[in-house]
């Protein structure tokens, strides 16, 4: 089964009709946890991350761009020295800004500094229990981590809430894989339960990116086209289960798909890594510059310059489902990352 049809034609993407509308930052790919299907590769490469000036720079950077919004991730971002300073800096100009975390550092401490700077809150679980959660985040102990992250960060919303006081919004962001795939109902129904103050929890495919192309993962972990068309449709069962006011949505991998009317918002991200360089799409390891050496302009320019490159355009219009998704990360990667890059995946690909 395919999971779309391909555009006959592609459409060349300029900065007018495809302008930067979020951004996503990784702020260091020092982590505590293995993710399987880590994009960066996070807890397993060097641990990239700015110095405090530098990391000011960049969010200015974003600040002028003036995005829709801007999600935090790593790595770790709690990880940074910085991280509440770039944050409060984000907040005080106005853009809406959600932290993508474990949950592996927090406390209670960390979720007041987190209500005082951020918008929103995001922690990542990947299973329905224990077992599963650990072996797809590659450390024992990482659900209860994440459990008791979501208890400090229940606990701080709670009595900020009651106090009129301002809070994040509080998310549960749980990748699907096949060793994930069952028990999503009773997830939904104990996370609410449990935790009152959650606003959302949201169900997402895990897409072949990063560790998640390599072809032991993906022949194991990535999710049929049947799994993954019953997953877009079981998003008003799932929200059934819910014991509390919490929104319960699917995300649909097929967002990043350049072959589907519904990829634009995946092409209007601005990717930017730990160490400032801008990706050409988010999904890949093809990089067009810092930020901290020029305009984000000319390197926006330049990165849809890429995406219009006919032989990367042929390659991810060629994408009919995952599994052909995954062979065109390989591709894609191994041609045009950095040689850093090349030879990270390299000796992933000989450890595998």
């Known amino acids: 089964m395919e999971i779309m049809n391909p555009s006959e034609t592609s459409v060349r993407q300029t900065p007018e009709t495809t302008p930067i509308e979020r951004f996503v930052w990784d702020l260091t790919y020092a982590c505590p946890l293995r993710c399987l ?5 996070s807890g397993r490469r060097p641990a990239s991350m700015l110095r405090r ?5 960049v969010a200015d950077v ?15 971002p709690l990880l940074a020295p910085w991280w509440q300073e770039a944050a409060q800096r984000l907040d005080t100009a106005g853009v809406p800004t959600t932290i993508f975390t474990s949950g592996w550092l927090m406390s209670e401490t960390i979720a007041r500094r987190l209500a005082d700077s951020v918008t929103g809150v995001a922690v990542s679980v990947d299973g329905a ?3 599963v959660h650990d072996l ?6 990482s659900f209860r981590k994440s459990m008791a992250s979501l208890e400090n960060l229940n606990r701080v919303k709670r009595e900020r809430r009651e106090r009129g006081e301002r809070s994040y919004a509080l998310g549960v962001e749980y990748t699907v894989t096949r060793s994930g795939w069952e028990g999503k109902e009773r997830f939904v129904e104990e996370i609410t339960s449990r935790f009152p103050e959650v606003d959302y929890i949201t169900f997402g495919a895990v897409i072949p990116e990063g560790l998640a192309q390599e072809e032991k993962f993906a022949s194991h972990e990535l999710l049929s086209d049947e799994q993954l068309v019953a997953l877009s449709d079981s998003e008003a069962e799932l929200a059934s289960y819910a014991k509390s006011d919490a929104h319960v949505s699917v995300t649909d991998a097929r967002l990043f798909l350049p072959t589907s009317p519904l990829s634009r918002e995946g092409e209007t991200i601005a990717h930017i890594e730990a160490s400032g360089q801008l990706r050409a799409v988010t999904n890949y390891e093809a990089k067009v510059g810092s930020v901290l050496e020029e305009p984000l302009d000319v390197l926006w ?3 849809l310059d890429w995406r219009n490159d006919p032989f990367v355009a042929q390659q991810r219009h060629s994408i009919r489902n995952l599994d052909d998704w995954a062979r ?3 591709l894609l990667d191994r041609r045009y990352g950095s040689a850093a890059d090349k030879l990270r995946i390299a000796r992933r690909s000989e450890a595998a």
């Open 328 to 330: 065109v990360t390989r």
């Open 301 to 303: 320019s330049r990165a």
């Open 62 to 76: 974003i600040i002028d761009a003036k995005p829709k919004r801007l999600s935090i991730g790593g790595g770790e």
């Open 53 to 57: 000036e530098d990391a000011l720079k």
């Open 136 to 141: 797809i985040r590659g450390r024992a102990g």
């Open 37 to 41: 299907h880590c994009l960066s590769e």
């Open 129 to 131: 229990n224990e077992q």
